[in-house]
């Protein structure tokens, strides 16, 4: 009986455990990936994050032709056209960059805020040999010591100023988590705007590519040169 008794506390408990982790799992399906497809569209609408909105299915409204330049008018037809290869046509990448600077050599994005992007996707993929040789380039950009220290050592972001802090919560949290969350969205999109945040994107895509081809060819520094980033 006693046995019987244990038997049955432990069947219980799993019961409730299991019912626990049932309604976590419960809460955390909400919204998008709560959805039983397939749907309908005002389904799919009322599914989307406060902050995404239907035409663009994305965090900026579609963006309009009659604000574009001429080449601009060029590349949004192109990217509806019957025979476009762009298959998010505008709510993909292609109408997302129409936002920004065509010509990246052009940007608005001063020095010291792209060596800030360049250190962090450095940092979070580990990549010595790009961090070795732009720390001296951001101290040449007007980067602080400290800030740079604040990327290296992934320290706390309390005391950095908040367009800074909103720039390198943006890397850390699209090489960490994978996605950005909308409260820091919300952040980093106040100080740069909608075009300077596309282009740092895109910037910050270069840097990965550079980062990526280092560690498959597993460049090494010269032996003169110490390198200025500690990996685990």
Same mark, same amino acid.
């Given at each position: 009986? @006693?046995?019987?008794?244990?038997?049955?506390?432990?069947?219980? =408990?799993?019961?409730?455990?299991?019912?626990?982790?049932a309604?976590?799992?419960?809460?955390?399906?909400?919204?998008?990936?709560?959805?039983?497809?397939?749907v309908?569209? +005002?389904?799919?609408?009322?599914?989307?994050p406060?902050?995404v909105?239907p +035409?663009s299915?994305?965090?900026?409204p579609?963006?309009?032709?009659?604000?574009l330049?001429?080449?601009? /008018? =060029?590349?949004?037809?192109?990217?509806? @056209? %019957?025979?476009? &290869?762009? =298959?998010? &046509? $505008? *709510?993909?990448p292609?109408?997302?960059?129409?936002?920004?600077?065509?010509?990246?050599s052009?940007?608005r994005?001063?020095? =010291?805020? *792209?060596?800030?992007?360049?250190?962090?996707?450095?940092?979070?993929?580990? *990549?010595?040999?790009?961090w070795? $040789?732009?720390?001296?380039? @951001?101290?040449e950009?007007?980067?602080? !010591?400290?800030i740079?220290?604040?990327?290296?050592?992934?320290k706390?972001?309390?005391?950095?100023p908040?367009?800074?802090?909103?720039?390198?919560? $943006?890397?850390?949290?699209?090489f *960490?988590?994978? &996605?950005?969350?909308? +409260?820091?969205?919300?952040?980093?999109? /106040?100080h740069l705007?909608?075009?300077?945040?596309?282009? $740092?994107c895109?910037?910050?895509g270069?840097?990965?590519?550079? @980062?990526?081809?280092?560690?498959?060819f597993?460049?090494?520094? !010269?032996?003169?040169t110490? %390198?200025?980033? !500690?990996? %685990?």
């Amino acid at each position: 009986m @006693a046995a019987t008794g244990h038997l049955t506390r432990s069947v219980i =408990r799993l019961f409730a455990l299991s019912t626990i982790f049932a309604c976590a799992f419960a809460l955390a399906q909400t919204g998008y990936d709560s959805l039983d497809w397939p749907v309908t569209e +005002e389904e799919f609408n009322a599914s989307l994050p406060d902050d995404v909105y239907p +035409e663009s299915r994305g965090r900026i409204p579609l963006i309009r032709r009659e604000d574009l330049d001429d080449e601009g /008018k =060029r590349a949004y037809d192109s990217r509806i @056209a %019957p025979d476009t &290869k762009s =298959r998010g &046509k $505008l *709510q993909g990448p292609g109408g997302l960059t129409l936002n920004g600077t065509r010509d990246l050599s052009e940007t608005r994005v001063d020095a =010291r805020t *792209q060596e800030i992007a360049r250190l962090v996707v450095s940092r979070e993929m580990n *990549q010595r040999f790009e961090w070795t $040789l732009h720390e001296p380039v @951001a101290l040449e950009a007007g980067l602080e !010591p400290e800030i740079i220290d604040v990327i290296r050592y992934r320290k706390s972001l309390d005391g950095v100023p908040e367009r800074d802090a909103s720039i390198i919560q $943006l890397g850390r949290e699209l090489f *960490q988590d994978r &996605k950005v969350s909308s +409260e820091t969205f919300a952040r980093v999109i /106040k100080h740069l705007g909608k075009r300077d945040l596309v282009d $740092l994107c895109r910037l910050m895509g270069n840097y990965t590519r550079t @980062a990526i081809l280092l560690h498959t060819f597993d460049v090494h520094l !010269p032996y003169y040169t110490e %390198p200025l980033l !500690p990996v %685990p």
